[in-house]
Each structure stands twice: as C-alpha cells, then as structure tokens.
C-alpha cells in the first residue's frame, strides 16, 4: 500500500516536472535526478535520423556508473564534434553502451517512428545487463519494449543516461553517412548526414536516387 501510494506521488510529481518543461526549455542542464527517482539500474535511450532523406535511423541505450560519469555531457545537438568525439570515447569506457539501428527498408515498411522505436528496442536488448528501467527520449514509449520505462519530454537535455545515448547514437550515425558519401559520393552525405540540405536536394535531381534514400520520404518519392 504504501509502495503504491509512493509510485502514484512520484507519478504526480513527473506529470508536473514534465509540463513545466514544455512551457519553459530555455536553460536546461541534464543531470542524474530522473535515474535516482526511478532506483535500480536505468538506461537513458535515444536516437537519431528520422528527419534525413538517406540512411538508417540509429539508437542507442546507455547505463552510467554514477562513479564516473563523464564531464560536460549533454544534448548532442549542442555540441561541437570535437567535444561529442572525446565524451563518446569516455561513455563506451566507461559506461554499459549498446548501438542498433533500423534499416531503410525497415523506414520504408513499418514508418519512421515505428522504425526509430524498433532501433531503440534492439539498443536495449544489445545491453550486456538487463536494465531495471528504461528512459526513452520523447513523449511515446516503444511498442516492442517490455522493460518498465518511463518517456521523457526533451530527455537529452535533462537526463545525463539520455545525453550520453544521444552522443552515442549520433556519432555512430555520422560515421556512417561518412562511409556511405565515399560510396555514392555528390550528395554531401560526410556533411549533411542525409538530411535534406539545398546540396543534397539538388543532387538528388542531378544523380538520381540511390538504394540509401527513402523513397517513401515526399522529396525522394517525387523523384521517382
């Protein structure tokens, strides 16, 4: 009984940590409160690439050691590649770091969202341990995760497991756009990471489609 009324006080509590967060986004520092609440062992989930034109949608799930995690870890976004390059080295020394991916194939069949959810779940399941509860980045849950979780809105900003699985995944990710451009090079893959740039735009006027574009993305498929 007193377990239940627990859960349902810190429900509440998220519920309105989480509105506040969407009226106010200015200045948010991610640290380990989320984690400590829910208890146990946590993996912060999150990915990258649903808005390109080209290549998979990749995700990656993070448990941190609270004894030595990284310095300056935050929403990917907001950092320099050198900076995401030297944090992405510290996570996989130190943390329990697994990356997965959806194929485009994958995008194509089931949609981008179903798609980035399939990556996130088999992130999690490529843990070395079961993780006691997950932290997705988000306002929805994967449908396939069976773990206790918990989505949370702008969670690579505000929890350090989620910002570090943000790095994770986007570095992986870009890696791979680099090694793809030196394939099909002429659409500035190794800048624009399949994203849908002027460049890349008119490349896909002036060369076509290549097997690593979406096509049932509006400005691939309309050259089809």
């Not at 609270?66 to 310095?71: G, K, L, N, S, T």
Request: charge should be neutral; proline fraction near 5%.
């Amino acid at each position: 009984m007193v377990r239940d009324v627990c859960t349902f006080l810190w429900k509440v509590r998220f519920c309105l940590r989480q509105k506040f967060i969407w009226q106010d986004e200015g200045d948010l520092v991610p640290d380990f409160s989320f984690e400590t609440q829910v208890g146990g062992r946590v993996a912060g989930v999150d990915e990258v690439g649903r808005g390109p034109l080209a290549g998979p949608v990749t995700a990656a799930a993070v448990v941190l050691d609270e004894a030595c995690i990284p310095d300056g870890l935050d929403d990917s976004k907001k950092l320099s590649l050198k900076k995401r390059e030297a944090l992405w080295a510290e996570i996989i020394a130190s943390a329990d770091v697994s990356v997965a991916h959806a194929s485009v194939r994958e995008i194509e069949e089931l949609n981008i969202l179903r798609a980035a959810h399939l990556a996130m779940v088999r992130a999690v399941s490529g843990l070395r341990i079961v993780p006691d509860h997950v932290l997705v980045d988000g306002t929805m849950l994967p449908r396939e995760l069976s773990l206790p979780a918990t989505p949370i809105v702008r969670g690579d900003a505000r929890s350090l497991s989620i910002a570090a699985a943000s790095i994770v995944a986007k570095i992986c990710r870009d890696r791979i756009m680099v090694d793809l451009a030196q394939q099909h090079p002429g659409y500035g893959w190794e800048t624009n990471m399949g994203y849908p740039s002027k460049s890349h735009r008119l490349a896909l006027q002036n060369l076509g489609v290549t097997a690593y574009h979406r096509r049932t993305f509006k400005p691939v498929h309309n050259m089809l």
